[in-house]
């Protein structure tokens, strides 16, 4: 199945972020009156955020025509019309992208060897659709297309669900990376923790 397009459990589809998805990602951003209208999924980047929503939607706008940034984006339905919604995605990227991180300090006190060659960044789900396998779809959509971009070590900074309502586990939960095949790494924080997997290259199209 072609990477930019795959059906999964529940007939949600995983798409990347890039141009023709782009409406359908500012619509779910926009969906929100807090997160993640105001973020626009910008935190992790080198350049961080404006306290202006407007600001960060153009520079992710612009990181998205200049393929400087990366997300699976989760899609309710195959079909056209109101089910054919963004639900949620995972945002993913190589080091020198997704370089803010909760408790950096203490990640970089504890670091012993190079960086990974992926991290993923924010795991976010819309409103009324927690619970429902979007965030392991996404998770899995997201190390699908860093397998199909090539594979590679990946890092993940998740938290064990319960310890922060589910509208703030915007890391991911440790038992939704654990059961894609994370193990544990070391903990950074109270309750966060890096997680790691190696992902394969993805066998070339026949």
Known sequence: ??????????????????????????????????YPSGCWCNGMHAEGLTREAAANRERKRRRVLDGTTHAALVFDGAGGGDQDRCVGWCQYGPADEIVHIKNRRRYDQTQDGPPPDWRIGCNYVRAGHRRQGVATT?????????????????????????????????????????????????????????????VWPAAPAI
């Open 1 to 34: 199945m072609a990477a930019d397009a795959r059906t999964t459990a529940a007939a949600y589809t995983v798409r990347p972020l890039d141009p023709s998805t782009w409406d359908a990602f500012e619509e779910l951003c926009a969906s929100s009156d807090g």
């Open 138 to 198: 996404a998770l899995r959509g997201a190390l699908d297309l860093i397998a199909a971009a090539g594979g590679g070590r990946v890092e993940g900074y998740p938290e064990p669900a319960g310890t922060v309502p589910a509208g703030f586990l915007f890391h991911g939960a440790l038992s939704t990376f654990e059961q894609a095949g994370f193990t544990r790494d070391r903990r950074i924080g109270k309750h966060r923790w890096v997680v790691t997997r190696t």
